[in-house]
T-cell receptor, first 111, second 111 residues
Framework: EDKVVQSPLSLVVHEGDTVTLNCSYEVTNFRSLLWYKQEKKAPTFLFML????IEKKSGRLSSILDKKELSSILNITATQTGDSAIYLC???????????FGGGTRLMVKP | DAGVTQSPTHLIKTRGQQVTLRCSPK?????VSWYQQALGQGPQFIFQYYEEEERQRGNFPDRFSGHQFPNYSSELNVNALLLGDSALYLC??????????FGQGTRLTVV
């Protein structure tokens, strides 16, 4: 059974800090790893990672996959209060039919 | 372009009742998946529909059933509701294994 574990469970930082969120996985026939941001209801797509060692970047957010270590990190630099959310990591197997999610990391950014 | 739309947004039902949730996928998407997200947890895969057939199913009882229509929209039905079915139900759509996008969800409360 595929498994995804995220750490830390929750994090409180101040505006301007840099944070690193972790995701480790066990999946048969890995296809891709996705990061989502969930503020209220709908998880919104951040990144899809398929190749190890290639950083994906969008503004202050970046993410990288390490297939050898079966893990990924999501970095947020110069955090803002608007970054406060639950960050979800999910993996997709080669069948590509379902996402297996971790429990999420709850990030709170204080002014 | 409308994204994934779900209805209703909120719903309160009594134990033992039946409920139907609806989802319209993002334009151009042919695959619809349903997820259950309990409070404080990551989404759990219920099932996926493609070409009007259930393609894969997660670890959910037969009380959970679904349907996909020729226009790719989908319904999730839950019979004999239990208190434990209270959750956020998320619909997600994709096109042949590409990035998955989520709707705003339906918050179901069973009393």
């Amino acid at each position: 059974e595929d498994k995804v574990v995220q750490s830390p469970l929750s994090l409180v930082v101040h505006e301007g800090d840099t944070v690193t969120l972790n995701c480790s996985y066990e999946v048969t026939n890995f296809r891709s790893l996705l990061w989502y941001k969930q503020e209220k209801k709908a998880p919104t797509f951040l990144f899809m990672l398929t190749s190890s060692g290639i950083e994906k970047k969008s503004g202050r957010l970046s993410s990288i996959l390490d297939k050898k270590e079966l893990s990924s990190i999501l970095n947020i630099t110069a955090t803002q209060t608007g970054d406060s959310a639950i960050y979800l990591c999910a993996v997709v197997d080669n069948a590509g039919n379902m996402l297996t999610f971790g429990g999420g990391t709850r990030l709170m950014v204080k002014p | 372009d409308a994204g994934v739309t779900q209805s209703p947004t909120h719903l309160i039902k009594t134990r033992g009742q039946q409920v139907t949730l609806r989802c319209s996928p993002k334009s151009g998407h042919d695959t619809v998946s349903w997820y259950q997200q309990a409070l404080g947890q990551g989404p759990q895969f219920i099932f996926q529909y493609y070409e009007e057939e259930e393609r894969q199913r997660g670890n959910f009882p037969d009380r959970f059933s679904g349907h996909q229509f020729p226009n790719y929209s989908s319904e999730l039905n839950v019979n004999a509701l239990l208190l434990g079915d209270s959750a956020l139900y998320l619909c997600a759509s994709s096109y042949t294994g590409m990035t998955t996008f989520f709707g705003q969800g339906t918050r179901l409360t069973v009393v």
